[in-house]
């Protein structure tokens, strides 16, 4: 984006950190940036990889020019999120996302209070929040909650979907090996539809993940697609759409998707639910 267009996002959110009218959810929702799924819907024809880099670099940008701000928040909005109802809900999601700004100006400082919010959270949400920053970070901190949470849930099969979700969700440079040893950890089957989707479903709304320039993330899901085509057809289907979206994408990466595609059409022995998925999408 240009200077002008970033310095009047600036101005925007100067004046929404300022406007003490706002409730905490209106201002969470004000500041929070698009998510990358609603980015590439708005473009003909995007480069996920310059994509990443101008949001992710906006977000680092603002949480610089705002860093007192957004850590007087966070210190701030720590007791309110205590409270039960709708003022302790709205606190707890501006407190999480001024966590995130925090993170992405200074991921040393992100980390240790991430790690504070998460030994001390009384919540889930408030758990999960500084889980989701600590998930896209390095360093110690990361490895203490990820592995605190998951010997704390160990038995709650809807919070370890999340666990694995939230790795699979993290914006890392190295999130696809990642994703590769989760596939091999011992809570994870391929028997489980809602534990295959925490991982693949969320890895494939990934740009960093699904669109790494080598195409290994299209070869990840494609061979997602063919172990699953007679297991089960359905929860295979749902996954060619991602692939099937590579006319908008860059033609470098759009060829990539598209063999992958191919490579599906080819392999024989398509269940129905697979098979129209990939000639509509190959259309």
């Known amino acids: 984006e240009n200077e002008d267009a970033?310095?009047?996002?600036?101005?925007?959110?100067?004046?929404?950190?300022?406007?003490?009218?706002?409730?905490?959810?209106?201002?969470?929702?004000?500041?929070?940036?698009?998510?990358?799924?609603?980015?590439?819907?708005?473009?003909?024809?995007?480069?996920?990889?310059?994509?990443?880099?101008?949001?992710?670099?906006?977000?680092?940008?603002?949480?610089?020019?705002?860093?007192?701000?957004?850590?007087?928040?966070?210190?701030?909005?720590?007791?309110?999120?205590?409270?039960?109802?709708?003022?302790?809900?709205?606190?707890?999601?501006?407190?999480?996302?001024?966590?995130?700004?925090?993170?992405?100006?200074?991921?040393?400082?992100?980390?240790?209070?991430a790690l504070a919010q998460y030994r001390e959270a009384q919540g889930m949400t408030e758990r999960q929040g500084a889980l989701a920053v600590l998930a896209g970070l390095d360093g110690p901190e990361r490895k203490e909650a990820l592995a605190e949470f998951y010997t704390r849930f160990a038995d709650n099969a809807l919070v370890i979907d999340k666990w694995f979700s939230l790795q699979a969700a993290a914006l890392r440079e190295d999130v696809l090996g990642e994703i590769e040893q989760l596939a091999q950890h011992p809570s994870f089957t391929m028997s489980n539809p809602n534990r295959v989707r925490a991982l693949y479903a969320v890895m494939a709304g990934n740009p960093l993940a699904f669109h790494d320039a080598s195409g290994a993330g299209y070869r990840m899901i494609a061979d997602l697609i063919l172990e699953l085509n007679l297991k089960n057809p359905q929860l295979a289907a749902r996954f060619v759409p991602s692939l099937g979206r590579y006319r908008r994408v860059e033609p470098g990466r759009a060829a990539l998707m598209r063999a992958e595609l191919e490579r599906i059409a080819e392999a024989g022995e398509l269940s129905r639910d697979v098979s129209e998925q990939v000639s509509a999408s190959l259309g």
């Not at 925007?12 to 406007?19: G, K």
């Not at 500041?31 to 680092?60: I, N, Q």
């Open 6 to 113: 970033r310095e009047a996002i600036g101005t925007a959110a100067e004046a929404i950190l300022a406007d003490d009218a706002l409730d905490h959810e209106m201002r969470a929702e004000l500041l929070s940036l698009p998510p990358f799924a609603y980015l590439a819907e708005c473009s003909e024809v995007y480069d996920p990889g310059a994509m990443v880099a101008r949001r992710e670099g906006l977000k680092t940008w603002l949480g610089e020019r705002f860093a007192d701000r957004f850590a007087s928040l966070h210190d701030t909005l720590e007791a309110p999120a205590r409270e039960a109802g709708p003022v302790g809900k709205q606190a707890r999601r501006m407190r999480s996302l001024a966590l995130g700004y925090v993170a992405a100006a200074d991921p040393a400082k992100g980390a240790t209070r």
